[in-house]
């Protein structure tokens, strides 16, 4: 006989499936899981699906023809939010902003959004996973008031990520306050909303913007509808002596199954006849502390201890790194690591155990080996040769002489869309998706190593 414990768990998840089960239903009933992006494989590219997208709304010109309707919106937006930080607008300035997306800024890189007119310059740097680069943010304030030749009070820097999280002090050595820390998740999404309301009529453009919109949120996980969040809420009020134990016994299951997924992936990966290490930061850092191989142990402890910040996050709690070939003193490692959700491959160097992160640790590791070009062109090669969705370099091609970084310390989204709890837990989904990665790593290790 179940005892009353067993009898409301029963009757709670019993309740829940049916709730899950009629909102899924509205979903297949309105074609709302259907997004364009998604079908067309462009969630996650950075410049060729957000920048530019955003870029075109934004622009006055845009073939929306909405002239600088979702550009005052926007503006209104962050005069709302930043407004000590965004400079007064006037309705003569609208008109006149030309918008790009990936601006030339000459020698101080490109800029991913800019936003330009005769006295002000906007600047976005889009960041949806990837790191920043050395001084980027100060090239670009560079540019501003240098080449553009704007006065300092008509700069405004906007670093714009899926969480509204702030650059990193290797990125903009200035005043954190000069900085908007816009996000997708809350700001975009908000600003989409009134997009959205100011085209209702306009069919092909209301709806290209509900689908990027409906993108946002399932990059920002928020793809839930909001009726069945409340449906939800309703039921654990109803229920509210079972959220305790709810708590311990959810937390205790994503570390069961997340340390289950990375620990069959090494034993597939061991195959490859290449070490294959786990890889974590110290404990309780966020975005200092170098990531450390660590013995099966303590990679453990790490990923349960820190299971609330590993899940929907951008720094990466869990690591696999298979080691390709020695390189003086360094090594060369494919890095396999989970940020937000999305599986990442990238090549790093690592040296006595820890990752070589900063631009100036892998210069001055990488200056000291006169044959570097010839393991960069090995890199390349190697991606080159398999299926594998990533790039080499800084999201440019690399010039050897100028960028002695090239292909290592980056990481990049690989092909095999999000790794998510609800995919680990179908055994035939995580085996897929471990030969999937078994096949792209095998691909690119076996150019490393002995071969010459």
């Not at 607008?89 to 101080?108: P, Q, R």
């Not at 100060?138 to 906007?158: M, P, T």
């Not at 990027?212 to 069945?228: E, H, M, R, V």
Request: net charge negative; charged share 30%.
């Amino acid at each position: 006989m179940q005892n009353s414990d067993d009898k409301r768990f029963s009757d709670f998840f019993g309740k829940f499936r049916l709730l899950k089960e009629k909102h899924d239903a509205i979903a297949a009933a309105t074609g709302a899981r259907f997004n364009i992006f998604s079908v067309l494989d462009r969630e996650h590219y950075e410049v060729k699906t957000h920048s530019r997208f955003l870029a075109e709304m934004l622009n006055p010109k845009g073939a929306h023809s909405r002239g600088a309707a979702f550009l005052r919106l926007l503006f209104d937006m962050l005069q709302e939010n930043f407004p000590q930080k965004f400079p007064e607008i006037t309705d003569d300035d609208f008109e006149y902003f030309d918008v790009s997306a990936e601006a030339d800024a000459g020698d101080l890189g490109r800029i991913d959004i800019l936003l330009e007119n005769r006295e002000k310059c906007i600047v976005i740097e889009n960041k949806i996973y990837a790191g920043d680069q050395e001084q980027q943010l100060d090239r670009y304030h560079k540019y501003a008031v240098g080449q553009a030749k704007k006065d300092e009070s008509n700069v405004v820097l906007i670093y714009l990520t899926l969480w509204g999280g702030k650059p990193g002090k290797n990125t903009w050595s200035g005043d954190s306050e000069k900085v908007l820390s816009v996000s997708y998740s809350e700001h975009i999404i908000r600003w989409l909303d009134d997009c959205i309301k100011a085209v209702v009529h306009i069919a092909p453009v209301r709806e290209t913007l509900m689908q990027y919109q409906s993108l946002l949120k399932k990059l920002t996980n928020q793809s839930i509808s909001q009726d069945l969040i409340m449906d939800f809420n309703q039921l654990l009020s109803d229920n509210h002596a079972l959220i305790p134990d709810l708590e311990k016994a959810i937390r205790e299951f994503k570390s069961h199954v997340l340390f289950g997924f990375w620990s069959a992936l090494k034993t597939q990966l061991d195959k490859t006849g290449k070490d294959v290490h786990y890889v974590a930061r110290d404990p309780g850092f966020r975005k200092v502390g170098l990531p450390k191989i660590r013995e099966e142990k303590e990679f453990k402890e790490i990923l349960e201890g820190n299971i609330d910040r590993y899940i929907g996050e951008s720094i990466e709690r869990g690591i696999l790194a298979i080691s390709l070939e020695k390189i003086g003193t360094v090594t060369l490692c494919l890095s396999i690591a989970k940020c937000y959700g999305q599986l990442f491959y990238g090549f790093s160097i690592v040296r006595d155990k820890a990752f070589l992160q900063s631009a100036e640790d892998r210069k001055e590791v990488l200056n000291k080996l006169p044959d570097f070009r010839r393991y960069a062109d090995r890199v390349r090669d190697a991606v080159k040769k398999t299926d594998v969705n990533v790039k080499c370099g800084w999201g440019r091609d690399p010039d050897y002489e100028k960028d002695q970084e090239f292909a290592l310390g980056e990481a990049f989204p690989t092909n095999n869309d999000k790794v998510l709890v609800s995919d680990t837990l179908d055994e035939n989904k995580r085996d897929e998706t471990i030969r999937l990665i078994y096949g792209q790593v095998s691909e690119i290790a076996k150019h490393f190593g002995d071969k010459e």
